[in-house]
């Protein structure tokens, strides 16, 4: 497993919720096509803070600020991409484990210069994403006939995700470091007990 500034990790479910099926494909189709605009807002965003506060002040807050503002984001993708059924109205910390140690000085052209950095972890994501999106229809099939699936396609789903979100932090100027390119589908880090579990 690599070590990074950013953790994710997230454990499955004893038991998955057949209803949360059919709303994850309303909220999937819903917000399909603006998804893509995270991945520029990011580092504008992050590009407006560090303007207006200054880079060590930007990374000294961004335990409340961005670093929150990104939980919520991931436990969002965790929830449609099938890792838990807790819908990220609650502490997104009680579903998933999601860190990031803060390192370097951003700049706002730095900052505005990962867009074009991030370009390559985009390309393969995107091809991730289509092995995800076959594993996920799969995994959703199973789930209404059994309320479970494979803990392959979990890992897998769990590694895409875990690339994901060290991509955001990265975007968001929290980690100086550029993200490997690692499907990393073990356990990471600490987990929260999941409900069911």
């Known amino acids: 497993m690599t070590t990074y500034g950013a953790t994710f990790d997230i454990v499955q ?3 998955f919720d057949r209803v949360q099926i059919a709303i994850r494909i ?4 819903i917000l399909s096509i603006p998804a893509s605009a995270v991945y520029l807002g ?8 560090i303007s207006q506060r200054g880079a060590e002040r930007y990374l000294a807050e961004a335990g409340e600020n961005m670093t929150k503002w990104l939980r919520i984001l991931v436990a969002f993708l965790a929830y449609l991409v099938l ?4 819908f990220p109205t609650e502490d997104p910390k009680e579903t998933l484990h999601f860190e990031v140690e803060t390192s370097g000085s951003p700049t706002v052209g730095s900052t505005l210069m990962r867009i074009i950095l991030a370009i390559p972890h985009a390309i393969v994501l ?3 994403g289509i092995v ?3 594993l996920m229809l799969i995994a959703a099939v199973m789930i209404l006939f059994q309320e479970t699936y494979p803990e392959g396609i979990y ?3 769990r590694g895409v ?6 991509l955001f932090a990265y975007m968001a100027s929290l980690v100086d470091e550029y993200p490997p390119f690692a499907l990393d589908m073990e356990a990471e880090g600490t987990s929260p007990a999941q409900p069911g579990a």
Do not use: S
């Not at 990011?42 to 803070?49: C, D, E, H, L, Y």
């Not at 890792?83 to 807790?86: G, M, V």
């Open 42 to 49: 990011i580092p504008v965003v992050a590009a407006i803070q």
């Open 161 to 166: 995700m875990r690339w994901e979100a060290r």
């Open 26 to 29: 309303a909220i999937f189709v």
């Open 83 to 86: 890792l838990t059924d807790r």
């Open 13 to 15: 479910p004893g038991k």
């Open 155 to 157: 890992n897998f789903l």
């Open 126 to 128: 995107w091809a991730l």
């Open 132 to 134: 995800a999106g076959v």
